[in-house]
Every structure is written in C-alpha cells, then in structure tokens.
C-alpha cells in the first residue's frame, strides 16, 4: 500500500479475515471517502490497491465497472448483480480451490429471461396475454418458454453452467446405486462399469439434453429447493400452496411451476423487489459457495471471504441502490453470508447513504469495526429512525493519511491465511490420489481374486472353489461348483477322456442336466430335499497321464441315482458337484470346501466319491468327519479307511482282500516241485501322493512270499512327463535265465500298455510265458477291439470292483440308464455297453442310493447325524451291484459282503484281447471265493 490509510484499512480488512477463518462474522458494506473533496480521487486509488492486495493474498475478489446500462438507477443495480453471477467475475491469479457457482441467481435469471423472451415489453407481457379472451394461459406460455431455456438464462453455456459435478449431486448416488447393484448381482467387474457408466450418461442426457417441460431432477436441484423454501419469496406466493418434497416429484413440479409464474408477476413492477431477489439469490449463492459442511467441504477450503469492490461508487453504475438493496435484504435475513464489499463514494452522494451506525470518526480504525457490529442488531430494530442502513459502515479519511509519503515507498500488508488441512487432504489431488490408490487398490484385489478363484466379479469372489495348478502347471478349478461355476469350463474340448473315449455323455453335458434337475427340486412345494456332494476327478491332465474319464463316469452314476429318486420318491435329491483336480491330487483343498459350504446348508447329508487313495485321502476323509459329513465311496479300496474312521463306508473291496483272492489264482500259477520266481514291479512313489501303488505292492510280495515264490528284487519305475520309465526294467526282467513266472504289477492303469510293450519286444520275454496279477485298478481298462491289450505271451489277471453280468438280472438299472443318462443311443443298455463295462457309473449309482436311503428314513429327510447313524441300517437290493448292505459293518473294520470279479484278459489269435470272468461275488453275497471256483485255463 502507497498511503497510511491504505495500511490501515488493508490490516482492518486482514483482521477480520482472521476471524472469518474461525467463526462467521457479519460482513459490512465499507464506504470510504475523503474528507478533502480534493482527495477524492486518493480514495479511488486507494480501492483499485485494496483489489490488488487481496488478489495477491488469493481473495476471491469482484470489481464492478464505473458504467451499467439500464433505464433506472435499480435497473442498473439489478444488472450489476446479473454480471456478478458470472464465476469468472470472481476469478483471479491466486484463487484457491475452484471457480464459484451462482445456480440461484441463474434461476432467478432464466425466469426473468422467460419473461422478456415472451414480448419485447416483458413487464407487461404476462397482464396484456391473460386480458386477451380466449388467449394461450399466461403461466403456460412462460413455463414453455422456460423449457425451451432448459430452465437455464438466455445464451448461458449449458455444458459449463448445467453439467458440473457439484450440481450434479443427484445423478451420481443413482449411479453408484447401478453399480452397486451389479455388483450384489456378481456381474463380471467390466459389465458393471460399463452398466454403471451407460446409467449415468443416460441420466445426464435425460436432465440436460433431450427436450421435455423441465429437467427430470429439477425438484431436487439445490436451487429448486431454495426457491420453495425461502420466506423472502412468500409475498409473492399468494396463498397458493408450495409444498416441495423429494419422493413426490410430480407434486414438487407443480409447486416449482407455480412459484415461478408467482414470481414472474412480481417481477413486472421491476424496481426493488427485482433488485432484492437478484440480491438475495447473490448472497444465498456465496453462502452456499462457503458452507463448510459440504461434501467438499469448499468452505474450509475459501478461507477468505469474496470481496467486491466499487472504486467509483456512484448511480451510474446501479452501486448505490446496490448497497442499499444488500443493507434490506441483510436486515430482513437471519443467516450471515460472507461477502464483503468495499466501496469509494464522492463527498457529493455521501448523503445519499445517511443511514450510518458511526455519527463521526475517530479514535483507531479498528474501533470502526468494533462500533459498528455493537451496534448492528439495534439498527436493524424496527423500533429505530429508518433513516440509517444497518450494514453500511463509512469512513472517512483524513487527507494526511491519504497523501502518497515523499520517497514513494510502498508497504506490504501480510496475509493472515494459509492454505488449510481441508485444502491439502480433502481436495481434487487428493481425491484424484485416493482415488488412483483405489483404482489400484481394487485392480490388484480383482486380479487377485481372478488369480484365485474361478468366479469372479470386480470385489468378489465365488470362495466355494479356488484355482490351482496341475502338475503340469495347467490351471483347474478346485471346491465346490455353487453359482455359475462349471468345472466343464475349464477341460479344454468337449471334457471327455482323451484317447480313451468309450462314447456317451461329456461333463458339461451332466453338468447341465444335474443344475436342471437341482432347479425342479428345488422348486418343489412339498416333500423338500436332501443334499449329497459328488467328489470326485474332473479336471483333464494336458501332459496324458491320466484323465477326468473315472470322474464323469462316476458323475453320471451319481445323476442317474438323482434322476431316479426324484422321479418316484417325495424327497427329492440334490446334488452339488466338487472336483478334486487330475488325480484328485488337491482332495484335501476340495474336502475343506465342502466342509465350509456344508456349515451353512444344512440339507447336504454327505459326501458320494473320494475314490482315489492318496496319502491326503486321510486328511481330507476327517475334514469331512469332523464336520459331521459321512463319505460313501464306490471305488476307493483302501485298507485303512474303515479302520480308521467311522465315517467311511465303501462299496468297493479292501485293497488286501482284494490281494488274497488274488492268491487264489497266484496259487494255480506255483508249480510246487521246481523253484519258480515272481517279483513285484511298482512305481516309485517318492515325492508323490500316491498311495494305492505302495498298498498294492506290500500286500502283494506278501501274497507271493506266502504262496512258496522266490522273490527277486522288488523294482520300481519312475515317471517322466507322465509316461512310465520302464525301459531298463524290462531290460533287468527280461534277462536269459532270471525271467520271473509271475509279476505282480502294482501300478496304474495308464502303465500297463507301456509295460505290455516293452515286454512284448525284449527278445528274453517275448517266448517266455509270463503271468501278470493286479489289482482293481485296471477295472477301468477297455479290452474290446481297439482297445487296451496284452503282449502275445503274457496272461493278465486282475480284480475288479463290480459284478455287473450276474447283478444284471435283479436290477433296473441299464433301463435306467437309457431312460435318464444324456448322449446315449436309443436301445438297449447291458454290462457289456462300453461306457458301462468298467463299474465306475455303477458303483457311484449304487453309493448315492445308500446315501439318499440313510437320510430319508420313513419318506422323511433326516438331520446329518441321523445319515450317518443310518448309514449302517442300510440293506438295498437290486442295485446296479447286486445288494448294498452295511447292516454287518463294525465301527472300526472290514464288512463282508463286496461286490468282487477276478478277470483274466489274453491275446487271441485274431491279436485282439479278451477278457473273461474267472470267478466273481455280487454285492451282498458273502461266500468266499474258492481256488477251483477260479480255476484258470479253463477258457
């Protein structure tokens, strides 16, 4: 500042910006003047350094021009006020934080703009239309008119003034409700943000582009609101109701419709109550602009109140009239809004601003503040002289004080703000920050859920199942399939066996039809239903070794049972579908899923499958004992299972029985006179989670020892990509002199055509007849034309888990089968039908039956434990098996009573493979197997 008065007024000015920062402090209407006539001009100067000071210390500040157009001096006071509704009238260089919004004053102004539209005489517009009889409805023609606007002044940007995010605060919960809800739906991310998006651009079109009577959210605009409920516009009302309400639109637009005609009546008469509304929707607007509990909080973020300055106060430009229409409307108001006006007037118009609180200066200038807010409420009293305005505090300056000192030299005044916290942790960068971490944030948390489960949306995630790896590194989906899980999405084709495809149906084909069948009972009014698990393998191995054949074969048994009970019973049966991953290698991840999704579905009974026997298989059989699941398997013949846990039944016969019935036939192989010698061969299963091949290989060198062979050196091959090392082996066995009689293989089916090769062509066997024994396992075989097959000197014997030809008489299941079972050719079904012949579908069928029986005793669904305790009252006859009886099984141990088949399989002259049946047990049938009973050779 260049004069002491200057200094004076500029810290005055600070001082109370100060406390604007903490409290809200009336604002006044400073007027300066000089004393001296002759300084009068000093004073102007004075002004135009005030709105250089405060834009330097980042004050929103507005300066009005010396000239306004305008027929009357109110006429330019009103039009004064339509420019400052302008934000960039309040722009400068350091203003913080974002441009100002006026929605108040824009209303007030399409209104009157809608008038003057109507006729060139608008005062008179709305009188002249309603005295025409038979003329269009005054109120109509302004309310078109106002649509043709968009409720927006004349000429106005309607991109810059109607489409800012703050004034669209009603458009966006509606967006975020979008996408919320596409969420809750499990909608994949990218669809709900599109979904979300797609909402919100049609709602933005709708409000601001597309033609109707009004925007659609007129009645909730902040400015609408404002415009029904401030008192200063009840005059105009004349009785007619206003009620505004944000769940009756219809109701709100009609009160907003009539206020508006109300107040273009009022505004015909121009004059005051123009200028008064201009004012008060200016001032409400700034108010507003200020509040500090905002959703942005810009309140505490302008910590300056907005100041507008008139260096030449004057009629000229409408500024006297102004002042006066601020000090009316400010007394009539009782909220405080936050502009400061500072303004030079000539010692000629002083006069003209008599109402005044200081009857004359002096003492310090901050003593002019202090008198006039003491006495500010009593000059608004009505009991005072109405000669004087309130909120007008002048002051006059002594001519010494205004004279410019000798050497020039200008002071600087400091400003008392800085920038808030508000500013810093609340603001576009910091929103834009947050929100980038967000973004983040949630992008990492949906790549890792995608990374770790097989359904996903953009934050959740199907938790039922999870992805993991194959030992090949592939990807396969393990748990529980709930939702929109398929597993048969994630085998690469059609989902069947590759290269050992006996026809029939595929995993996505059951799949479906399981969902369609779990949708009609659950549908069901009456009767209810019961929930069993199938666990089992369903994911394809890409390296060959093994396939998801065993599982869907499995599947489809366990969904001709389900077909078959909710067709003739009143309890139906459910049936959810778990994959244990290639080999069933992941069990235990897949137990503990079940388990977790059993806790909150109470009508899941138990578990049909696990029928693989890995060292996990422990694990995951007491996962599911311990939440109170029982688990009937139909091809798991482990020994120690129903040893070990009372939750375990199984159709299938124990690994070590299964081994002496074997002997039987081990026996008519042993030549007692001469030394004959036999071996195991079995695959090396260091580092890998099976454990049938070590079951099958301890029990079978103790049947071997105990039948009188002498055993050479136990062998085992290893595993590369899958494939089985037996090269050397083959070599080792083959020796002239050292060729065994009798092998007993303990290893997989997938291993028997390698070892059947690789014999066939080692010049020391290939003329060497040669006995192989095996177990169970290579009931999943296919010795029909084309398929699996033996070398030319070697005779294969090997146990089988089902007795299919001699149950085939007491049973309904292959009518069954060809009534329920997808993708099989019309006729009819027997043993010998490929997809059959291995037992696999059998044995699941029969398993799911004696679960469903258990837990719907008497035609009633039973509780979990009430299943397992059933379990061992169980007796079904005429299954696929023969009869299902656990009626005899002890807590800890062994039953009697499986369903058993000892085959032997030998190369024919035409060099296929036959296989035959030696000797064999139904299910239910409890007889021992005798040696001439399996006699051999005699085929």
Sequence with gaps: MSTGAGIDVQRRLETLIRDFRASEPPMPVVVLHAEDAADEERVVELVEEL??????????CAVAPEQQEGPTEVRRAAGLVRDLGDPRRWDGRRSIYRRYAFPRLRLVRAIEDAV??????????LSSAGARGGGPDPAQQLLDQLARQRWRPRGGARWRSGLRMFDMAHILPASLVAVLAALLARTHWPVALASGTAFLVLLVLLDNVLPSRAPIFLWLRRESRWFMTTTFLRAAARGRPTDVSRLRPARSWHAISTRAYDVAEALKSGGDFQLQLYVLALLEDLRDNHRRWSWDLRGFKRPRPPVLLLPRLSAANGGIELIKAVSDVRSRRSELDPMLIVAAVRGADVPRLQRSVISAPGGTPWTWYQEWARNLRAGQSPSRELAELPWVLKVALPGDRLAVPVDGQRHCVKAVSRPTAARLVWSLHALGLVGVLLAVGLGVR??????????????SANTDTRLMTTPEGDTECIGIATGDVRFADWAPGDGKAPGRDRGGWTLAQLEQSIRAENEKVVARRDGG??????????????????SPLKGIEELAGVHLAQSVVNENFSVGLRVLIANGGVDMLHQKEMAEAVAAYAEGDDTVMGVVGNGRDLRSSADATRTLRDAGLPVV????????????????FSLAA???WQVDQLGLIAAQLRTPERKQRAMVLTQNTRGTDDLYTE??????QQMLEDRGFAMLPQRQYALKANKPELRLHAQEICRRGRV??????????????????????EPGCARKSISILTGDDLSKANFSQGGDGVAPKVTLYHAALAELERAAAMTEFYENAAKHLPGLASGRLSPDTPVLASGQTALAHDAAQALYSAATRRDDSRSRSETWVNLRTVKLGGMATGTIDFTGAPLYGDRKGHSVALKEVRRGADGSSRSRVLCSRVAGDSRPLTEKECAIGAG
């Design 529 to 546: 239903y019961v929930t069993l698990v199938y666990a089992g393998p369903l994911s394809p191995d890409s390296g060959g070794g093994s």
């Design 633 to 648: 398997s139909g091809t798991n013949s482990a020994t120690y299972l129903p040893r070990s846990f009372s939750n375990w």
């Design 740 to 761: 065994p009689s009798v092998i007993y293989f303990a290893g997989r089916v997938e291993h028997v055509g390698p070892l059947m090769t690789r014999i066939g062509t």
């Design 695 to 700: 079951e099958q290989a301890k029990y079978g």
């Design 446 to 459: 949906a790549q890792t859920l995608h990374e770790r489960h097989c359904s996903t949306s953009a934050l």
């Design 51 to 60: 709105y250089t000071g405060q834009e330097a210390h980042g004050t929103r």
């Design 654 to 656: 124990p690994d070590e």
């Design 116 to 125: 003057r539209e109507l006729d060139a005489d608008w005062p008179q517009a």
